[in-house]
């Protein structure tokens, strides 16, 4: 086996499919590009030449064999295209989806559960270093604490004049004893038709029967956003309406 592809065999990815991705890709990476990820797909029937979708430091590249896998067709998205990424675990492997600035969603089915995992964290890391500004080749630079030298105060010295002053007396105050009240009506105050102000002393709040959208998981805010995208493709709500609703949706992501 090359060594060049034993670091991307972690997850059971198919072999000769990352051999031929990674010869391939050794002419298309661009200066100080480096992958970090390769996730293989697995098709239940026998799939003789799967897609495959590569992760690196500077973009996302989905791989499609043609002709036999004697050619291979690249489509690449770079980070800063990209605005949110999602993963749906299924019965038969995972599907990861992202979409972009342009709203595009590309999807790749098939993936298994934990390549589909790792894809998606890396993704996450490098949309947090893009969003960050912090260098995937650089470590963050290490700052020196500077050290500060403690110089002892001298003790203060009274004056012999005031070292006898008494404190003066503290007057004591007489404790007043209180009536318990036990009509709280008298001390509530009501308006004029009698009633206490339900504004100013409200009964509890009932519960919200709808989950706010920080409570919601990643598959069920990626369905609320497809569910969104068909009210769109169906003319029930405007254009400005679907974008309101899918940026608050990619915000919680």
């Known amino acids: ?3 060049h592809i034993k ?10 499919a990352v051999d ?3 010869s391939k890709l050794t002419d298309l990476l661009m200066k100080n590009e480096e992958i970090g990820y390769i996730g293989v797909q697995k098709k239940p029937a026998i799939t003789v030449f799967p897609d495959s979708i590569v992760l690196t430091n500077k973009r996302i590249i989905i791989c499609k064999p043609k002709n036999l896998g004697l050619s291979m067709d690249f489509t690449d998205y770079t980070w800063d295209d990209i605005v949110g990424t ?6 038969l492997g995972s599907e990861f989806s992202f979409t972009t600035k342009t709203d595009l969603t590309i999807s790749i ?24 500004g912090v260098s995937f080749t650089e470590p963050a630079p290490v700052v020196e604490e500077e050290k500060v ?17 008494e404190e003066p007396e503290v007057e004591e105050i007489e404790e007043i004893e209180t009536e318990e009240v036990t009509d709280y ?11 206490r102000d339900e504004k100013q ?19 069920e805010l990626f369905d609320k956003l497809q569910n969104y995208k068909k009210l769109l493709d169906n003319g029930l709500i405007m254009q400005g309406e679907y974008d309101t609703l899918k940026k608050e949706i990619l915000s919680h992501m």
């Open 201 to 219: 002393f409200p009964d509890e709040k009932p519960e919200s029967k709808e989950k706010s959208l920080k409570d919601l998981s990643q598959d």
């Open 1 to 3: 086996m090359n060594e």
């Open 185 to 195: 009506a008298e001390i509530i105050p009501v308006s004029q038709s009698g009633y």
């Open 86 to 91: 999602f993963v749906k675990e299924n019965i």
């Open 7 to 16: 670091k991307f065999l972690n997850e059971e990815q198919d072999p000769k």
């Open 109 to 132: 089915d098939y993936i298994p559960k934990t390549q589909a995992r790792k894809i998606y964290t890396f993704a996450k890391e490098q949309l947090d270093i893009l969003k960050n």
């Open 20 to 22: 031929k991705i990674t």
């Open 149 to 165: 030298e403690i110089i002892p105060e001298e003790e203060e010295v009274i004056p012999e004049a005031f070292a006898t002053i």
